[in-house]
Structure formats: structure tokens, C-alpha cells
């Protein structure tokens, strides 16, 4: 008997010991997160024949398709949410960064996200688009939490020369690291940064987890690209569609070199692949190439054409059960941030004094088993007056609300103008056409978004109790605004003309 409990008890202790290094050994995945700019809802291959994406759609097709993936209504607050966990009204909701000056982006005091994965040992890297504030040098995504960075400051420049305009003069809005990317200038966007990204993969030690954050500049205007991607099309006057059809297979092109690069560094296995608009496609005129057809509205809107972003996951972590399909369950952009921190094994709490608290929500479990999705409420915007929100007033001869959306369940309601450009397109836009106006929603609207995708029948005189209800939820979320204009003590700015000379001629950080 004596022996015998031995061998029990030996047993015992191998079988605990290789649990307990089966959950050690466990490798934390390859992050990479991928957004692609101003990328419309009908812009993208696998909803319209016209735009040839085949490794985009390919790896959608392949993976999990997120039908109901919301972000900001524009550039910057997008960017800023993904990077803080939170709701764009609890950190920016403006653009007004696009002035290297201005406090606006991410504050200095909340912890980005590739600082949470530091702490779970990841190497961490952004290639792209930053539009994430760059008055000082402490705002810079090197310094807080990237390893390495390499792209433009502000929110757009041309995709060739990489020039942009500060105050009213060309620079060169290409940043690495700490300085000016002298003489990297003058290459195409989407060859210049997946060419970055394949460096750094290639570089990138196997053992170590990743984090890659590639914030593509395409789709974003100006409509430029290759002539070899250009491609007729008809009823297209003025050439935008074939142009824009043209920056997406650029796009395409960059995603795709990405993951071959993966794969062939042995990454792929263990990466999950995260791949969204930063919001709808720009349908302000007709020279912008955005189409959201048939969603309603399109970017600086927060109907669904501007904030329902074409989204999916992918890559080898993704359970192979879930390949090749889709879900309707809600995700805000910012629910990456606690995603991405429980997957490495590190806290996303982010408590800071007079700050708000993350708003961000795990949403893996949802998204790889049957339980519900714990964001059942996404406030899309209040753009009180201290939000400094991008907007088109109003005609002067109404009277709206101020601009705001809010989902709840299958509901959503949206207040205000949204820049009058809740209009539909059509599966062929921009085309001969002009692009019209529309007069949002003056004194708000209710959709049934679940059975109205399209936001055709505003439901609030038949279900007032509703509408009044999400109206009072609406308020008191908005009565929690707060907008980013902390300086952090780094108030000496210098003169343009100096910093000019002192970037040779480059955009970088004007204060200290």
C-alpha cells in the first residue's frame, strides 16, 4: 500500500508539473493591428466587384468577419481610442492636431497601449499614421511605449513625397524615432511602410511576442497611385473611382507583403490579425473616392456609412473553427485595448487621477465562443462644446441639436446635422453626379439598426417612450465629455520658421 501511494503521489506531482508548464509554455500572440484610412463600407473587394483586393479579401474570407466593428466618425479620435481604451468623448474628439502645436490626441497621462504590452514583454512597434498629437517630444509614440516608429505626424500628405503643409508652408511629414527619416522621403505610402514592416518583421526575434501597429495611409485622400493600379472604369468622368480603386489595391499590396513576411519568419501560426477602417469612406464632394453604399452617410457622420468599419480578425491564433465566418456582435475600437492586454497577461486598468477610466471591454471570449458580447451600448459621440468636434454648421435658418449618436441594443439614436451628409450613395459613387445634402437629424432620430441597417425609417413618433429614454441616456453619458488639452508642462513652443530650420525643412514636435 506504502508503494503504491508513492507511485500516486509521483504521478501526481509529473501530471501537476506539466500543467504547470503546458500553461507557462503557452506563447502570447502576435499582435498585429491593422487600420486602413477613410476606407468606405462598398471600397473594398469582397463588397464590390469593381475594387480588386484579393489577399484582403482572402484573409476576411478565411477569418472572422466582424459585421458590426464601430469606430469614431473621423480620423484622430479613431486613433486616439485604440490607443487609450477609451470612448473617443472620454479622450478626443477632434482632429485638431492636424496643427502640431495643439494639445489634442491621446492625454499625456493615460497609458498607451504598447506600454501595457511592454509590461508583458512584446516588442512593440507603429509604421504609418500616427494623428495622434505630436506638440512635444512626450507625445511622440516613441516615447510612450513603441520600440520603433517610422511615419507622419499629422493626418494626411501626399502619398509620393511625403509633403504636407504646417502654417501655410511645405514640409515633410516623415518622422523615425526621435528625428526627422532624412532622405527616406519619396516613395509611395504603401511601399514605403510595408517595405518598414517587412524590415522589422525580418528582425524580429521568434521567441519574442509582437506587437505590430500599421496604420496604413491609403485610402486616404490625396486619390493617388500607380498608374499600373489604375484602372477604367465606367461612368467615372473625373477618374476618382479608378484612383481610389487604385489606392486599395496599393492596400491590398501592403497587407498582403505583411503577412508573407509573417509566414515566412515562422509568425504567422501564433499572430492574430486584426484588420479595420478607421471610419467610412469621405463622401463630402465628389473628388474623394469615399463610397458606403449602401450604409447611410459616410465620414464626419455618425450614421452608419460613418462609423460601421469594414473589419475582421485573422491569422493562425484564431481558433480554426472560426474561419470562414462572420458575427454581428458589437465592438467598438476600443475594445482592443483589454483584448490585447488579457491575451498578453497584463491588467488594462488604467486609473488616473481626474481622468476617466478605460471604457474599453474584452470582447475575445465573445468572439470565439457562443456567450454574448459584453458592448451592448456604444456611445458614438457628444460633441459638446469643449469637444471642438470637426463639424459643418447647421443651415441658419433651423434649429438642430448638437451632433451626437448613441447605440443601445438594437437602437440607435443620432442628433444634429452630421455635416449634412446623411445621404445615400449609390454602388457606382462618386460617378457624373453631384453629391446632395441632408438634414440629419435636426431633433433627433431613432433606427432600428438591427432590422434598418440602412437607417431608412426614423422610428421616433411611433415609439417615443424609446426615444425619449435613449435621449436622457444620451445626455447624461454626454455630461461625461472630456476632451484632451493637457499640455503637461510643455508650454516654451518655438517659432515655425526655427523649427523648420532645425527639422531641415521636416515636420517634428514645436514644444518644450
Not at 242 to 260: E, F
Not at 269 to 286: E, M, P, R
Not at 458 to 487: C, S, W
Request: hydrophobic share 35%; charged share 15%.
Amino acid at each position: 500500500v506504502g508503494c503504491l501511494a508513492v507511485v500516486q503521489l509521483v504521478f501526481a506531482s509529473v501530471i501537476a508539473h506539466l500543467s504547470c508548464a503546458d500553461v507557462t509554455a503557452a506563447p502570447k500572440p502576435h499582435i498585429v493591428m491593422m487600420l486602413a484610412d477613410d476606407l468606405g463600407w462598398n471600397n473594398i473587394g469582397w463588397r464590390n466587384t469593381e475594387v480588386k483586393t484579393p489577399h484582403i479579401d482572402a484573409l476576411m474570407r478565411g477569418g472572422l468577419e466582424l459585421q458590426r466593428h464601430y469606430t469614431y466618425k473621423y480620423c484622430s479620435p479613431t486613433r486616439s481610442s485604440l490607443m487609450s481604451g477609451r470612448l473617443p468623448l472620454h479622450v478626443n474628439q477632434n482632429n485638431l492636431c492636424n496643427d502640431i502645436q495643439a494639445p489634442s490626441g491621446v492625454d499625456l497621462r493615460m497609458t498607451f497601449l504598447p506600454a501595457k504590452l511592454k509590461q508583458a514583454g512584446y516588442a512593440t512597434h507603429m509604421i504609418g499614421k500616427s494623428h495622434l498629437g505630436a506638440r512635444s517630444r512626450a507625445n511622440l509614440p516613441i516615447n510612450r511605449g513603441f520600440d520603433s516608429h517610422f511615419g507622419f505626424l499629422k493626418g494626411g500628405e501626399d502619398h509620393y513625397n511625403q509633403h504636407s503643409s504646417d502654417a501655410g508652408r511645405s514640409v515633410v511629414d516623415l518622422w523615425q524615432d526621435n528625428g526627422p527619416a532624412l532622405g527616406r522621403n519619396g516613395t509611395y505610402s504603401t511601399l514605403l511602410y510595408s517595405g518598414e514592416a517587412v524590415k522589422v518583421i525580418d528582425n524580429h526575434p521568434a521567441d519574442t511576442p509582437l506587437f505590430l501597429y500599421l496604420p496604413w495611409h491609403v485610402t486616404h485622400n490625396p486619390l493617388e497611385a500607380p498608374a499600373e493600379v489604375i484602372v477604367p472604369v465606367p461612368n467615372d468622368p473625373h477618374g476618382v473611382r479608378s484612383h481610389m480603386n487604385g489606392m486599395a489595391s496599393m492596400l491590398d499590396y501592403g497587407v498582403n507583403a505583411t503577412v508573407q513576411a509573417l509566414k515566412s519568419n515562422g509568425l504567422w501560426d501564433n499572430t492574430l490579425l486584426i484588420f479595420s477602417a478607421d471610419n467610412g469612406g469621405w463622401i463630402t464632394n465628389n473628388k474623394l473616392g469615399g463610397n458606403n453604399w449602401p450604409l447611410r452617410g459616410g465620414k464626419v457622420s455618425s450614421f452608419e456609412g460613418g462609423v460601421r468599419a469594414n473589419a475582421f480578425v485573422s491569422g493562425g491564433f484564431l481558433p480554426s473553427n472560426l474561419s470562414g465566418t462572420s458575427t454581428d456582435k458589437y465592438v467598438h475600437v476600443t475594445d482592443w485595448y483589454s483584448t490585447f492586454c488579457n491575451l498578453a497577461g497584463v491588467s488594462p486598468a488604467d486609473p488616473q487621477p481626474g481622468l476617466p477610466d478605460i471604457d474599453s471591454l474584452d470582447v475575445w471570449t465573445a468572439l470565439t465562443t457562443d456567450t454574448p458580447s459584453p458592448r451592448t451600448e456604444i456611445p458614438l459621440g457628444y460633441c459638446a462644446p469643449e469637444a471642438n468636434c470637426d463639424e459643418t454648421p447647421p443651415p441658419r435658418n433651423a434649429t438642430y441639436m448638437l451632433d451626437a449618436a448613441l447605440i443601445s441594443g438594437k437602437y440607435k439614436i443620432v442628433t444634429g446635422y452630421q455635416g449634412g451628409l446623411g445621404y445615400y450613395q449609390g454602388p457606382q459613387f462618386p460617378n457624373a453626379s453631384e453629391p446632395t445634402t441632408d438634414p440629419g437629424c435636426p431633433q433627433g432620430c431613432l433606427f432600428d439598426i438591427v432590422n434598418d441597417p440602412n437607417e431608412t425609417t426614423d422610428l421616433k413618433e411611433t415609439q417615443p417612450d424609446v426615444f425619449q429614454n435613449l435621449m436622457t441616456r444620451l445626455h447624461a453619458i454626454g455630461a461625461t465629455v472630456y476632451q484632451t488639452n493637457y499640455t503637461g508642462g510643455h508650454d516654451n513652443c518655438i517659432d515655425r520658421n526655427v523649427a523648420y530650420e532645425q527639422y531641415h525643412g521636416f515636420l517634428g514636435p514645436e514644444c518644450s
